[in-house]
């Protein structure tokens, strides 16, 4: 047994064992984005730094293996910001949004992305239970509410925005006091000013390029049918088809930006690096891949490694500040991780790598 001290307080370690093993072991929490147990370790994203105190040096905890006689910061002023900066710099590359614009200008905060891919799926049970389960004193804002959805809705710049507002009053119709009498004095309070999702950390895509905003419409396909008046279920279907889907899936399970929430990071108004907008689908697998959001982690790739040579899979294309993660060059992403998608999906710490499958979610 090796014997180390962390944060001043000695502890056995057994030898081969990394420093975040022992840390964690110690009830300290470290950080991380690109560690997973179970996969090889390669240190990437720098936020779970410690201070060597007797070499006066930082080493990536995940990747450094305890040595006898070690005295570790942890938690020290120096370390935060160090940790802190890892962050900065991740996402002085990330070009993503966390939120769709629909959902941060909604006065209640409804999740409109959601509730668009139920209706468009047939799940409309599903998206009566949601929309019951967002309604404040029983009463639903839209009824109130001039639309700030559809102002916001990307969906405009293309034809016209998406009749959220429209599928909304359709689905409330059916939920018991939902829609009140006009008489109601509720249907003369003033709207909140903003809604629940505007209070978490959302990073930001800036300026499109042409040929950007296009690019979720990849997500639209086939023959859509369009219509304002929301008459029955089959019209809301083919309405809420055509939501381009430019939120991020992960905006609940995103490690990225549970750290960014907890280190009080703000998204850097000008990228270092501009990561093109890309959605790259396979239809057959519902594997969608989409590098902005990418913060070059590497658990993607290596989480397939063990598995030999069954089927294509990601890899790291370029060097340096340029490297992406891709299918390989002579490969095509149609073909790539057949049976492998959902491990990577599930690995992935921001949403880059997530599912989609036509009318469903």
Same mark, same amino acid.
């Given at each position: 047994?090796?014997?180390?001290?962390?944060?001043?307080?000695?502890?056995?370690?057994?030898?081969?064992?990394?420093?975040?093993?022992?840390?964690?072991?110690?009830?300290?929490?470290?950080?991380?984005?690109?560690?997973?147990?179970?996969?090889?370790?390669?240190?990437?994203?720098?936020?779970?730094?410690?201070?060597?105190?007797?070499?006066?040096?930082?080493?990536?905890?995940?990747?450094?293996?305890?040595?006898?006689?070690?005295?570790?910061?942890?938690?020290?002023?120096?370390?935060?910001?160090?940790?802190?900066?890892?962050?900065?710099?991740?996402?002085?590359?990330?070009?993503?949004?966390?939120?769709?614009?629909?959902?941060?200008?909604?006065?209640?905060?409804?999740?409109?992305?959601?509730?668009?891919?139920?209706?468009?799926?047939?799940?409309?049970?599903?998206?009566?239970?949601?929309?019951?389960?967002?309604?404040?004193?029983?009463?639903?804002?839209?009824?109130?509410?001039?639309?700030?959805?559809?102002?916001?809705?990307?969906?405009?710049?293309?034809?016209?925005?998406?009749?959220?507002?429209?599928?909304?009053?359709?689905?409330?119709?059916?939920?018991?006091?939902?829609?009140?009498?006009?008489?109601?004095?509720?249907?003369?309070?003033?709207?909140?000013?903003?809604?629940?999702?505007? $209070?978490? &950390?959302? !990073?930001? =895509?800036?300026?499109?390029?042409? *040929?950007?905003? #296009?690019?979720? @419409?990849?997500?639209? /396909?086939?023959?859509?049918?369009?219509?304002?008046?929301?008459?029955?279920?089959?019209?809301?279907?083919?309405?809420?088809?055509?939501?381009?889907?430019?939120?991020?899936?992960?905006?609940?399970?995103?490690?990225?930006?549970?750290?960014?929430?907890?280190?009080?990071?703000?998204?850097?108004?000008?990228?270092?690096?501009?990561?093109?907008?890309?959605?790259?689908?396979?239809?057959?697998?519902?594997?969608?891949?989409?590098?902005?959001?990418?913060?070059?982690?590497?658990?993607?790739?290596?989480?397939?490694?063990?598995?030999?040579?069954?089927?294509?899979?990601?890899?790291?294309?370029? $060097?340096? &500040?340029? !490297?992406? =993660?891709?299918?390989?060059?002579? *490969?095509?992403? #149609?073909?790539? @991780?057949?049976?492998? /998608?959902?491990?990577?999906?599930?690995?992935?710490?921001?949403?880059?790598?997530?599912?989609?499958?036509?009318?469903?979610?």
């Amino acid at each position: 047994m090796l014997k180390i001290k962390i944060d001043n307080k000695e502890y056995s370690v057994k030898d081969g064992s990394y420093l975040i093993e022992a840390i964690r072991s110690a009830g300290h929490p470290v950080p991380t984005l690109c560690h997973r147990d179970g996969i090889e370790h390669y240190s990437s994203c720098m936020v779970c730094m410690v201070k060597d105190i007797k070499k006066s040096s930082y080493i990536p905890s995940c990747s450094a293996l305890v040595q006898d006689g070690m005295e570790i910061d942890v938690s020290g002023t120096d370390v935060k910001n160090l940790r802190s900066k890892a962050l900065e710099l991740l996402f002085s590359e990330h070009r993503a949004e966390c939120e769709a614009p629909c959902r941060i200008v909604c006065p209640a905060g409804y999740n409109i992305p959601e509730f668009n891919r139920l209706i468009a799926s047939g799940d409309s049970e599903r998206a009566r239970e949601i929309t019951a389960g967002e309604l404040k004193g029983k009463t639903i804002m839209c009824i109130r509410c001039p639309g700030y959805c559809e102002n916001g809705c990307r969906r405009k710049k293309v034809d016209q925005p998406v009749a959220i507002r429209n599928m909304k009053l359709f689905i409330a119709a059916s939920v018991e006091g939902a829609i009140p009498d006009p008489s109601d004095p509720v249907m003369n309070e003033p709207l909140p000013k903003t809604g629940r999702s505007g $209070r978490r &950390f959302s !990073s930001l =895509i800036g300026k499109l390029e042409p *040929g950007e905003q #296009e690019e979720w @419409l990849k997500e639209c /396909a086939g023959e859509i049918i369009r219509s304002r008046e929301i008459s029955n279920l089959r019209v809301a279907a083919g309405e809420a088809a055509s939501c381009m889907h430019c939120d991020c899936r992960a905006a609940g399970d995103c490690r990225l930006r549970d750290l960014a929430e907890e280190f009080g990071i703000r998204d850097p108004k000008g990228k270092l690096i501009y990561s093109p907008i890309r959605k790259k689908i396979n239809f057959q697998t519902g594997l969608v891949f989409e590098n902005a959001k990418c913060i070059k982690c590497g658990l993607c790739v290596r989480v397939c490694e063990d598995d030999g040579k069954e089927e294509p899979r990601l890899c790291f294309l370029n $060097r340096g &500040f340029v !490297s992406i =993660i891709s299918e390989s060059l002579t *490969g095509r992403f #149609e073909d790539i @991780l057949q049976k492998q /998608a959902d491990k990577v999906i599930e690995v992935c710490p921001t949403g880059a790598l997530s599912r989609f499958k036509p009318g469903q979610e």
